[in-house]
T-cell receptor, first 115, second 114 residues
Framework: AQSVTQLDSHVSVSEGTPVLLRCNYS??????LFWYVQHPNKGLQLLLK??????LVKGINGFEAEFKKSETSFHLTKPSAHMSDAAEYFC?????????????FGTGTSLTVIP | NAGVTQTPKFQVLKTGQSMTLQCAQD?????MSWYRQDPGMGLRLIHY???????DQGEVPNGYNVSRSTTEDFPLRLLSAAPSQTSVYFC?????????????FGQGTRLTVV
């Protein structure tokens, strides 16, 4: 069975400092992994995705994530936080077990950026 | 570039009323799905469809119906609204049901049942 665990429900950083949002997953098959961002009262926007190519994935707005199979992790990082990064972030796993292209969401990490 | 369009954006229902949340995509995507978002629980899958005429249940299907008569549209019906269905609902679509492709989301429908 697939599942996603986001290890922190809230993360607070100062503007200009690094961001680390942690995600662990379980999957019976070769998974695809995604990070989505949701700004207040908005829909979800794709930040980046891993689909079995390079393990270090670069996304939009300076975010990147590294797929580590041995650790079953897909942590999201950014070298320098910006005020506009304040949002809810979701780690998502998808694989092709019986039910096709289903997505399994983590419970989300709320990122606060302090001026 | 319309993408995934959901209507309405906001809705207030009385307990027992029924309504349909509309979802349309113009990307010729095969896979469509409905999620509900509740605080601290992420998004949970209600129903999904892998193509026109084919639907199936997700994690939390009770109290909801869906149909997929065309590739473009995937409406979600609340049969008899209950306060527990107060939530934000998101429709999503993906290019393929058999490849791990990204999902595109609508802007959401905020539903309150009183």
């Amino acid at each position: 069975a697939q599942s996603v665990t986001q290890l922190d429900s809230h993360v607070s950083v100062s503007e200009g400092t690094p961001v680390l949002l942690r995600c662990n997953y379980s999957s019976s098959y070769s998974p695809s992994l995604f990070w989505y961002v949701q700004h207040p009262n908005k829909g979800l926007q794709l930040l980046l995705k891993y689909t079995s190519a390079a393990t270090l994935v670069k996304g939009i707005n300076g975010f990147e994530a590294e797929f580590k199979k041995s650790e079953t992790s897909f942590h999201l990082t950014k070298p320098s936080a910006h005020m506009s990064d304040a949002a809810e972030y979701f780690c998502v796993v998808s694989d092709l077990e019986n039910t096709g292209n289903q997505f399994y969401f983590g419970t989300g990490t709320s990122l606060t950026v302090i001026p | 570039n319309a993408g995934v369009t959901q209507t309405p954006k906001f809705q207030v229902l009385k307990t027992g009323q029924s309504m349909t949340l509309q979802c349309a995509q113009d990307m010729n995507h095969e896979y469509m799905s409905w999620y509900r978002q509740d605080p601290g629980m992420g998004l949970r899958l209600i129903h999904y469809s892998v193509g026109a005429g084919i639907t199936d249940q997700g994690e939390v299907p009770n109290g909801y119906n869906v149909s997929r008569s065309t590739t473009e549209d995937f409406p979600l019906r609340l049969l008899s609204a209950a306060p527990s269905q107060t939530s934000v609902y998101f429709c999503a679509s993906s290019y393929s049901a058999i490849l791990n492709t990204e999902a595109f989301f609508g802007q959401g429908t905020r539903l309150t049942v009183v």
